[in-house]
């Protein structure tokens, strides 16, 4: 087991109440940072409007803007929307979500899901839930696809194809999402997603696969025909990952608790090579018990899609899709992207 001085959830300071990204009239989710090149910090968000449910209206409606703040805390301020709807003969042209920005050498490479399907729109005061053919269409549609740009600013090149895809009859036949990935310095990319596969004509549990590229701009290749963590002990989403010494470290979100302790908090795991992995001494990673900066606490209806945000090669801030309510997608009346500085180890 790799061995703390303190864990990573011990180092987590107080949250700034007042911090990170939300937008009026809309659902805010899945916040990646990157310090651009005017020296500010730049969020990628996900926003989806209001008149949706917030679950499951982000599959049909979701897109990637882009927030700016001086200092990783924020507040953030929207700026642009990055990756827009583009029309149903693309893969990623009714829905873009869970962006994860990284950048190599002179490229920002903006890491995302896209879903497309070929029915209407749904319309503000339209019923519109899970069973909704849209709904379904889109959910089989995710898939993995990167964006690039030489300025964080754009303009984004986006690809007519994932970079990943599904292969019929393996533990991702159903769909691949939540990229969570590693880019070397070589342009090399360890690349670690969320998967399900088809059971019938439906879908099973998710599941968490590993790819590889020699350069980010692919071809990708998945590293592993089983799961990278044993679906029958680990229920797991929300993966993120990053390089370090001993090889690769992860945190990712428990869905059972069974692993932490917490349903939907956090586990801390690592490995030689990203495809073996074990839990760290210290497996609890993050917790949906949150210390604001005003002294008092929370426990959040959501904690999710966490990204560790990297200066001088230590994390030094964690963000966090985050919901009100008292737990849960359906009982939330906001959502927004949190942040809670981490303190040195």
């Not at 990055?82 to 990284?102: C, F, K, M, Q």
């Not at 592993?224 to 990712?252: C, M, N």
């Not at 994390?315 to 040195?344: C, E, Q, R, Y």
Request: charged share 20%.
């Amino acid at each position: 087991m790799i061995v703390l001085t303190r864990s990573l959830h011990d180092r987590l300071l107080p949250a700034p109440k007042n911090g990170g990204f939300r937008m009026e009239g809309y659902w805010v989710w899945c916040g990646s940072v990157v310090k651009g090149e005017d020296g500010r910090f730049h969020m990628f968000a996900s926003r989806w409007p209001k008149h949706l449910p917030m679950h499951p209206g982000w599959l049909v409606a979701s897109e990637v803007v882009r927030a700016v703040s001086s200092t990783p805390e924020g507040p953030y301020e929207f700026q642009e929307i990055v990756l827009p709807a583009r029309g149903a003969e693309y893969w990623d042209g009714r829905s873009t979500h869970n962006p994860h920005i990284t950048k190599h050498g002179d490229t920002y490479i903006l890491y995302y899901m896209g879903s497309t399907h070929p029915l209407p729109d749904v319309a503000p005061g339209e019923a519109y839930g899970l069973e909704d053919p849209r709904c379904i269409v889109a959910r089989a549609n995710k898939r993995i696809g990167i964006a690039t740009a030489k300025s964080v600013f754009g303009p984004w090149e986006r690809r007519d194809a994932p970079v990943l895809g599904t292969r019929p009859g393996k533990f991702d036949s159903f769909l691949t999402s939540n990229p969570a990935p590693c880019v070397n310095g070589d342009g090399s990319v360890h690349l670690i997603y969320k998967a399900r596969k088809y059971e019938g004509n439906t879908h099973g549990q998710m599941m968490i696969g590993a790819a590889g590229a020699d350069h980010f701009e692919g071809p990708y290749r998945v590293l592993s025909e089983e799961p990278v963590f044993p679906p029958s002990r680990f229920h797991l989403e929300d993966p993120f990952i990053w390089k370090t010494e001993q090889g690769y470290e992860l945190i990712a979100k428990d869905m059972d608790g069974n692993i932490c302790g917490e349903k939907h908090a956090g586990i801390h795991a690592y490995s030689k090579d990203g495809l073996s992995w074990q839990l760290a001494d210290h497996p609890k990673a993050y917790s949906r018990e949150i210390v604001w900066d005003d002294g008092t606490t929370a426990r959040m209806g959501s904690f999710e899609r966490p990204f560790l945000l990297f200066q001088a090669g230590r994390p030094t801030h964690l963000f966090a899709a985050t919901a009100d309510g008292s737990g849960g997608f359906h009982k939330a009346s906001g959502t927004w992207n949190m942040v809670i500085p981490i303190a040195p180890e």
